[in-house]
């Protein structure tokens, strides 16, 4: 008993003294402490909000400008963070290839959804918060000397949910890719179908399925690149599909998230359950590939296929 009390009383004691050095009201701190507190402090304030970012991975604080010119990566760890769809489209094409499609196409809430916001009101706030239409930019572009049908997803714009207007915008570029005879590339990050649009979003899962099928029985090939996160039904649809499924480091990539599995199955799940890593080593992807080596490798697949194509031909 006189034990713990007596601790209690120096514990007491120590933290009564401590908080006397930080706020600098005493007279009784020293002068030089009490100069070196104002100066860090005025430093923070010197340093304006948003133009850091701390790494999430290891904890370094990042300049906003370095990740910008390190496509999202930090530096020190190459954790890769989310990059937008025009960022990374820019990353991968050669300059001034790019030639948009279907740019101004835009979700229509058909079922007057209303829930704690109507459809309609989550539509506008987020066009105008990611400067984007929909989840999905795409067109067709050039990589090294291939002319390819590019589709990109936006995390940014309600989760890169695939509504009627990201299947209807990928199914477009498929056909394109077809026609033109040309590989298609679809890189993707989604949260699912988006609920807003019920049946009407989960028929886009048929819809672009059917068309990469067609774009198979003509020998093209498409190429499926997964990034952080990518769930449920564009997993469980195009995604998925890729003559070659490629990834980026660390991405989670599943149907239903790790939770819910856990509680369904009421197991223990397996240490990297849903990453990239546990995916390649189960044989779902093929490779993983960084940010920084993405286009190259691109076109490394590229030339293979297009010499494939030559053998076939001859
Ligand atoms: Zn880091």
């Given at each position: 008993?006189?034990?713990?009390?007596?601790?209690?009383?120096?514990?007491?004691?120590?933290?009564?003294?401590?908080?006397?050095?930080?706020?600098?009201?005493?007279?009784?701190?020293?002068?030089?402490?009490?100069?070196?507190?104002?100066?860090?402090?005025?430093?923070?304030?010197?340093?304006?909000?948003?133009?850091?970012?701390?790494?999430?991975?290891?904890?370094?604080?990042?300049?906003?400008?370095?990740?910008?010119?390190?496509?999202?990566?930090?530096?020190?760890?190459?954790?890769?963070?989310?990059?937008?769809?025009?960022?990374?489209?820019?990353?991968?094409?050669?300059?001034?290839?790019?030639?948009?499609?279907?740019?101004?196409?835009?979700?229509?809430?058909?079922?007057?959804?209303?829930?704690?916001?109507?459809?309609?009101?989550?539509?506008?706030?987020?066009?105008?918060?990611?400067?984007?239409?929909?989840?999905?930019?795409?067109?067709?572009?050039?990589?090294?000397?291939?002319?390819?049908?590019?589709?990109?997803?936006?995390?940014?714009?309600?989760?890169?949910?695939?509504?009627?207007?990201?299947?209807?915008?990928?199914?477009?570029?498929?056909?394109?890719?077809?026609?033109?005879?040309?590989?298609?590339?679809?890189?993707?990050?989604?949260?699912?179908?988006?609920?807003?649009?019920?049946?009407?979003?989960?028929?886009?899962?048929?819809?672009?399925?059917?068309a990469l099928?067609?774009?198979?029985?003509?020998?093209?090939?498409y190429i499926?690149?997964?990034?952080?996160?990518?769930?449920?039904?564009?997993?469980?649809?195009?995604?998925?599909?890729?003559?070659?499924?490629?990834?980026?480091?660390?991405?989670?990539?599943?149907?239903?998230?790790?939770?819910?599995?856990?509680?369904?199955?009421?197991?223990?799940?397996?240490?990297?359950?849903?990453?990239?890593?546990?995916?390649?080593?189960?044989?779902?992807?093929?490779?993983?590939?960084?940010?920084?080596?993405?286009?190259?490798?691109?076109?490394?697949?590229?030339?293979?296929?297009?010499?494939?194509?030559?053998?076939?031909?001859t």
């Amino acid at each position: 008993m006189d034990t713990t009390t007596f601790l209690k009383k120096t514990i007491g004691g120590v933290t009564q003294v401590e908080p006397a050095l930080t706020p600098p009201t005493s007279s009784q701190t020293p002068f030089v402490k009490k100069q070196k507190l104002g100066a860090s402090k005025s430093k923070k304030r010197e340093i304006p909000e948003g133009l850091w970012t701390k790494c999430p991975s290891c904890s370094t604080m990042i300049f906003d400008k370095e990740l910008d010119n390190n496509l999202q990566i930090c530096p020190k760890c190459e954790h890769h963070f989310p990059i937008g769809s025009r960022e990374r489209i820019h990353s991968l094409v050669e300059t001034c290839s790019f030639e948009e499609m279907d740019a101004e196409m835009i979700s229509v809430d058909i079922l007057q959804f209303k829930g704690v916001a109507t459809y309609r009101s989550k539509l506008d706030s987020y066009k105008k918060k990611s400067t984007l239409k929909d989840a999905v930019v795409t067109g067709i572009g050039k990589m090294g000397q291939h002319t390819v049908a590019l589709g990109v997803m936006d995390f940014n714009f309600l989760g890169g949910s695939m509504g009627s207007v990201v299947g209807e915008k990928l199914t477009r570029l498929i056909e394109r890719g077809t026609e033109g005879g040309w590989p298609v590339i679809i890189i993707s990050t989604s949260g699912g179908a988006r609920m807003y649009e019920g049946m009407f979003s989960l028929m886009q899962m048929a819809k672009t399925s059917a068309a990469l099928a067609y774009h198979a029985q003509n020998r093209l090939p498409y190429i499926s690149i997964l990034v952080n996160p990518d769930y449920a039904g564009v997993m469980a649809s195009y995604a998925s599909l890729g003559d070659l499924i490629l990834a980026e480091p660390k991405a989670m990539i599943g149907f239903a998230g790790p939770r819910v599995i856990k509680d369904t199955t009421q197991a223990e799940l397996p240490p990297g359950f849903q990453t990239s890593e546990f995916l390649l080593d189960h044989g779902l992807i093929d490779a993983i590939v960084p940010r920084k080596e993405m286009k190259e490798q691109l076109v490394k697949y590229l030339d293979y296929f297009a010499a494939g194509k030559k053998h076939v031909n001859t």
